[in-house]
């Protein structure tokens, strides 16, 4: 009965389980950090590498919130409709006009929102509780407290002030205060760069494909590539790589040398040629190989000259998982993003029963829909991790971990959403 | 008494409702649907503007899922460990090199995944189920039915398949998809332009800012553009002008010219000197200045030439609120964006009570953070709508229609979530 047991021979006898296997790869993985200063204006979503602290007060000065009469708060006392306190008009400012009026007892500067108030105000009496009695007399009918209606210096950031704190995702109001803080440049993390190779001999980047031909065109780096800039990575392709050892080699020890970060897309499978779990023992270490994901099994984690390669599937739907489950944490951890970055995810209620084998983490494309303001997910019957169609059917992930057996009917589960999309009232299938 | 009766005469006397004023806006703005040839490469987060339909199969050919032999599964019928059959080794073929082998009765060729397979075969049998007896002799141990361990031409994509439809916003997999499909260029919708006009001669756009002086930085266009480029816009920056009839009017209609949506901040306020609702009743027509919300009361919805205006409030919350309520669904209908998109949102306890005012839309800036795997959702307090700094310790907003009143401590609800990192275990201030 040899044949039999030359079947079970077959595949990756041994899997690791993906909490394993992902623990072990981020530890393993030395993150050399780089930095670099960038003009504000290209900042978008690049992450801060270090803390930002206020030169600057914010206001810069003691600014007028309304239209109306720089005074001392001190005239003002008693002041009602019923006894109004007459003040002799010493001047007028305008926003972005400035010269500092010398404001004696009872008397007022006329004065507009974002002017910068005079030295001797200490409040705002806004335009409406005043009367203007002639062109240098103004009555006014409010008591004020000191302060009123001033945007003091410092009063938003004070000169000091802790503002941004390194490991913060710069979003547009970030920028926005930047600016407000003449901040011109701000140190970043440098962008890995992750390193794309694939292999086979049946894959083409030309267009131009022989009809009736034995070629397909490789689409898994373009792919990845945008998943890459997606999370803040650089993509470098290497183009395809013809099933040699040699070729092989010699471009992953290229890679190794211009990048952070290598995927190997194609050639994963332990059948075929073997190819690049050789090369790999020979300039590098494995240290997984085989993942209990489904999909995404034929992934491998190892480590050459010290950088983090990760042998993906050449299936499209397989290659993006295992860059889902195990690129995206590791350019996280070259970006220092801390805390963990909250993924689009909805509860939605299963359309149909879902199994799943224990001891493994599936998974589940599924297409979800809203109706009556609820969340359906209806999963994609077309599993095949080489089935393209499906993920353009798909606009969410349903992950089953390892230790539960599947979903029933009706069950409310946490979707991954793939896109920012989702239909109304139906099935986007 | 006139004198109160004066000082209700200052402000927006009728403010419009949020919903009224957001569906009269966006049923008066004729959007001019324009589209662009671009190539795949740069297609990322573009919208189609066309039906894309498949021009070819996919897999293009039949495809060897296995490695093996390709056969003929009649050839197959009976065998078994116990009752083996010897087929004859015509051939060798690896992926990636074909010619087409003539396949005769009890004859095989020995086969790589990812190959074509020769037209006289329609199975291939894993090579665990064969053993090979001699160069040119296998002997193989199962029975299979056609088609066993072949994808076949076509049967992920066929052909005429209509595989991703107008409106979507291409993701790296539908990138992917479109490459496979040998797609080198695909029609999106043009980036909607936006033009950023700042009026205030308070503001100036230079770090060189003189100490002690009465100017401040303009920062609300950069944080515009950040957003506008977000949401699948292209800015264009009109600089500052200064408070003069006769500038704004020619800055105003120049843009009108130019894009397609015009955001004008600062000089919003119905104070100081009207000089923007002037220039626009002369240029074109307001549909609503004042707004029921906070913050943002100061925003006005117009059109010159046809083109929609926004007149937002300048200070910088106000600014952003008024921005996300009203130019973000604009740009989204110029995009062609349908189903509407999924904000990131997050469902939340209040930590403390929180009131609102009736009739009136309030838009709650909260800090966000993450405690025992529920979200928890705390009001920042420094809420004036000049206050920058809240702007960076916020990383949610509570959106209180206009019917409520305000929530309880402890009651959930949903927060639209402004940043992707949300602390764990802590107040994010």
Redesign the interface.
């Known amino acids: 009965?040899i044949?039999?047991c030359?079947?079970t021979?077959?595949g990756f006898k041994i899997t690791t389980s993906l909490r394993n296997a992902l623990t072990k790869f981020l530890e393993k993985v030395e993150v050399k950090i780089d930095y670099e200063d960038i003009p504000?204006?290209s900042a978008?979503h690049r992450v801060l590498a270090e803390d930002v602290i206020a030169k600057y007060d914010?206001?810069?000065?003691n600014?007028a919130?309304?239209?109306g009469y720089a005074i001392k708060s001190e005239d003002s006392r008693g002041a009602s409709?019923e006894t109004p306190i007459r003040l002799k008009i010493v001047g007028r400012l305008?926003?972005?006009?400035?010269k500092n009026i010398n404001i004696g007892s009872f008397e007022a500067v006329e004065i507009?929102?974002?002017?910068?108030v005079p030295d001797q105000a200490d409040c705002v009496i806004?335009?409406?509780?005043t009367?203007r009695v002639s062109e240098d007399i103004v009555e006014i009918?409010q008591q004020l407290p000191p302060w009123t209606n001033i945007?003091q210096a410092g009063s938003?950031?004070h000169k000091g002030?802790l503002?941004?704190t390194k490991g913060?995702?710069l979003?547009?109001?970030?920028?926005?205060?930047l600016?407000?803080l003449?901040i011109?440049k701000v140190k970043v993390f440098k962008k890995p760069k992750v390193g794309l190779i694939s292999t086979?001999?049946?894959?083409i980047d030309s267009?131009e494909?022989v009809e009736?031909?034995?070629?397909?065109?490789e689409?898994?780096q373009?792919?990845?590539s945008?998943?890459i800039?997606?999370d803040g990575g650089e993509p470098l392709k290497y183009g395809i790589i013809s099933?040699e050892f040699e070729a092989i080699r010699k471009i992953i020890i290229k890679a190794a040398s211009e990048c952070d970060i290598i995927l190997l897309t194609g050639g994963s499978?332990v059948?075929?040629k073997d190819l690049v779990p050789k090369v790999i023992n020979e300039i590098g270490v494995i240290l997984a190989h085989g993942i209990s994901i489904k999909p995404g099994k034929p992934t491998g984690l190892a480590l050459v000259e010290g950088k983090p390669l990760i042998i993906m599937p050449?299936y499209?739907v397989a290659c993006?998982i295992s860059y889902l489950v195990f690129c995206q944490p590791l350019i996280q951890k070259f970006l220092n993003?801390n805390?963990?970055?909250?993924k689009?995810t909805?509860n939605a209620y299963l359309t149909r029963r879902l199994p799943s084998t224990a001891g493994r983490t599936d998974f589940v494309r599924v297409s979800v829909f809203r109706k009556n303001g609820e969340f359906y997910a209806s999963p994609i019957r077309?599993t095949?991790s080489?089935?393209?169609?499906s993920?353009?059917k798909?606009n969410g992930l349903l992950e089953i971990p390892d230790e539960i057996e599947g979903y029933e009917e009706g069950a409310k589960v946490p979707i991954i959403?793939?896109?920012?999309?989702?239909?109304?009232n139906g099935v986007n299938e």
Chains 1, 2 share one sequence.
């Open positions: 009965m044949y039999m030359a079947a021979m077959k504000i204006e978008l914010l206001p810069p000065f600014r919130a309304m239209d409709i305008e926003a972005g006009f400035f507009m929102t974002g002017s910068k806004m335009a409406e509780y009367r009918y945007d938003d950031i002030d503002v941004l913060t995702i979003e547009p109001p970030d920028i926005g205060v600016k407000a003449r011109e086979g001999d049946e894959l267009f494909i009736g031909g034995c070629k397909i065109i689409n898994n373009i792919m990845l945008n998943y800039i997606e099933d499978s059948g075929r050449g499209s993006i993003i805390p963990k970055l909250i689009l909805v077309s095949g080489g089935i393209l169609s993920l353009v798909a959403l793939l896109r920012r999309q989702i239909p109304e």
